[in-house]
């Protein structure tokens, strides 16, 4: 059985303008969804990746659309009439913060998809410091000034082949933050102080660790999540 650890990549806290975001699993975030007045924020990379486009129209089955960037092109294609698509992004978290706007009275979580990193980053903090929504952030970089981000970094466990050692416990260049323990001959990891090194990956002598990352897992991640919409 292959057990899945869902780490944020490190920051250094000097670049946080705000406590750092909780790192979630697709079952978290479909619950969310499921149990929140969410809506769906859409952005310009949608126009660059038509896969993550399908993936926006795909959710928007479920939440409403409020499509920023010229994002809302791709989704009339596929069918998705988006609440607005003449704002930007700014206008957006505007809105959001001050409260008055019809719209945003209906909701009380944000979720974000189609964004450069660089770019949602601080609209995400604003919202975070001056507004009474939830931020959640489906993109693939971890995002550290969401409520809640899902990152396509992975710690993957194979139980079948961990023998509850130790090994990687002794060479953990965290040890003394109690990123590995081990637990009833189970490997426990604290992903909030993971700094991602490898190293354990690396002295596991029964290849019972391995990283993962990259956009094909962040698409297994949002076929998940999907899926889970759609029981």
Request: proline share 3%; aromatic share 8%.
């Amino acid at each position: 059985m292959r057990r899945y650890i869902f780490l944020p990549k490190s920051y250094k806290q000097s670049d946080l303008q705000c406590e750092r975001a909780v790192c979630i699993t697709p079952q978290e975030v479909a619950d969310i969804i499921k149990n929140s007045r969410a809506v769906l924020i859409t952005g310009g990379v949608l126009l660059e990746n038509p896969k993550l486009a399908e993936y926006a129209a795909k959710i928007a089955q479920h939440i409403p659309v409020i499509a920023t960037g010229a994002s809302s092109k791709v989704l009339l294609n596929q069918g998705v009439k988006p609440l607005t698509c003449v704002f930007t992004l700014q206008h957006v978290t505007h809105y959001f913060i001050d409260g008055e706007w019809e719209i945003a009275k209906k909701f009380d979580t944000a979720i974000f998809l189609g964004f450069k990193p660089y770019y949602v980053s601080r609209f995400l903090s604003a919202l975070k410091h001056f507004s009474n929504m939830t931020t959640l952030s489906l993109d693939e970089f971890y995002q550290p000034n969401a409520h809640y981000s899902m990152t396509a970094f992975v710690m993957v466990i194979d139980e079948d082949r961990c023998t509850g050692c130790g090994d990687c416990v002794a060479v953990c260049r965290t040890m003394a933050k109690g990123v590995l323990r081990v637990v009833d001959g189970r490997l426990a990891v604290r992903p909030d102080r993971c700094i991602a090194c490898s190293a354990c990956m690396t002295a596991c002598g029964m290849n019972a660790i391995k990283m993962e990352r990259g956009e094909r897992l962040h698409h297994v991640l949002l076929d998940e999540i999907i899926r889970l919409l759609e029981r």
